[in-house]
């Protein structure tokens, strides 16, 4: 294939991932209008939700469709499946939400949950979208079969512990009792509201980076750092870094080559430390900081405008739901993810780092988070069928690890050096 049909071939998969994130929202809105419209509706309240929980599906079904289009187009124009940086798996990764959700609806028939999961995978694809979605060449260790089947079933696997996780957290909004003053009930309402702020944060790092990018802010940087040389010898390079969003923190060990002032800010308030050594860490942590203090600004607004905890302004969405049919399904969706992602991303990524790099485990970054999330889905499995940990206790295990897994996309990727940097580029 030439480079201009590649090219052509990648502006038509691009104009399907816009259709299908358009679909989606336009199923979540529908999602909306089934479960909170039913209080205005003229038919009784099931066969409202009913008939608009359906149109929801098929919207939802349509734009997976587009989306698969968008995969199938981005393999043939790149030569492999489109997974292999951190724009390619995340949006993939909300297709497979999308997929993960579809399934978990067919069996239980519950329009609430796409309130929830529709808007969880919408914010996935668009946080991906603020990464280069060019395409690259596989590095020579990538080119395996085991990279379709490792990633693919992690992805997956993640997926549906991605809809447990919204399951849970709406069982929580749905139990919590907002009004509850003792130290027990505090406690759970600032676990609901240090996930809101969460999501909040992640929220607010897609807007930032699309406003700076929209408004053509720049600041560039002329980093030295050292590498190694085909024969193990450190040699000095240098790198340029660009930012788009204004630098409050610079790489380390690096010069200011043009910087636009910001707010008064003509110049970088730190370095980064030298201990980060992840793939352009200075810029990611300044990245990090911005959406923390943006998070934290506009989750204090809300607070304020709100003057109540934003969970409590969530919870009345959820009058009339069973929390028992909550419980269940988060339980059902991760009890289908954990074998999945038991064998994408423990199992099968072992024999593709063996094949790849001649060892089964290397304690990489990434692969130490990917066992941190195993351990802690063992851990609530056994404790659920062993100890009887329902309700609450559960959907907090199924919120808390569900963190964990952005933690690992995130944090990992963005800042902590190792093999798996090339997907934070």
Do not use: C
Not at 128 to 149: C, D, H, M, N
Not at 246 to 275: C, D, R, Y
Not at 382 to 394: D, E, I, M, V
């Amino acid at each position: 294939m030439n480079v201009e049909q590649s090219a052509a071939l990648l502006d038509l998969s691009s104009t399907f991932l816009m259709v299908a994130f358009v679909m989606y929202n336009l199923s979540f809105i529908v999602y909306g209008i089934s479960v909170l419209g039913k209080r205005w509706s003229n038919r009784d309240a099931a066969s409202h939700e009913r008939r608009w929980g359906g149109i929801g599906l098929w919207i939802a079904i349509l734009g997976l469709l587009s989306h698969a289009a968008f995969t199938g187009l981005r393999w043939a124009a790149s030569g492999h499946i489109p997974v292999s940086n951190l724009y390619e798996f995340l949006t993939f990764f909300g297709m497979m939400v999308i997929l993960a959700f579809i399934v978990i609806y067919l069996i239980y028939r519950k329009p609430l949950i796409g309130l929830f999961a529709m808007p969880l995978a919408v914010v996935i694809i668009a946080y991906g979208a603020v990464f280069p979605s060019s395409v690259t060449p596989l590095i020579p260790q990538l080119q395996s079969i085991w990279l379709y089947i490792h990633v693919t079933l992690a992805a997956l696997g993640e997926a549906f512990l991605a809809v447990g996780f919204a399951a849970g957290f709406m069982y929580l909004l749905r139990t919590v009792n907002f009004k509850d003053k003792s130290t027990s009930g505090k406690r759970q309402i600032r676990g609901v509201e240090y996930t809101l702020f969460a999501l909040i944060a992640l929220i607010a790092f897609i807007a930032l980076i699309f406003s700076f990018n929209g408004a053509g802010y720049r600041a560039e940087f002329l980093q030295t750092v050292t590498e190694e040389d085909d024969y193990g010898n450190e040699v000095e390079v240098e790198q340029t870094v660009t930012y788009v969003l204004p630098p409050i923190v610079k790489p380390h060990n690096s010069v200011t080559v043009e910087m636009q002032p910001f707010l008064g800010m003509e110049e970088p308030l730190f370095e980064a430390p030298a201990w980060m050594k992840g793939v352009n860490a200075g810029r990611k942590l300044n990245t990090i900081i911005w959406s923390l203090a943006v998070g934290l600004i506009l989750y204090g607004l809300i607070r304020l405008i709100i003057r109540r905890p934003l969970g409590a302004v969530v919870s009345p969405i959820m009058n009339g739901i069973d929390e028992q049919d909550l419980d269940e399904i988060s339980y059902r969706a991760i009890a289908i993810g954990y074998p999945i992602f038991t064998l994408g991303a423990l199992i099968f990524a072992s024999i593709w780092a063996h094949q790849a790099w001649g060892r089964f485990w290397a304690w990489d970054p990434k692969e130490t988070w990917a066992l941190i999330t195993w351990f802690f889905y063992t851990a609530y499995l056994h404790l659920r069928l062993s100890r009887g940990w329902q309700g609450t206790k559960s959907a907090w295990m199924s919120v808390i690890g569900f963190l964990i897994i952005m933690f690992t996309l995130i944090g990992v990727n963005l800042v902590i050096a190792g093999l798996h940097s090339y997907a934070g580029v």
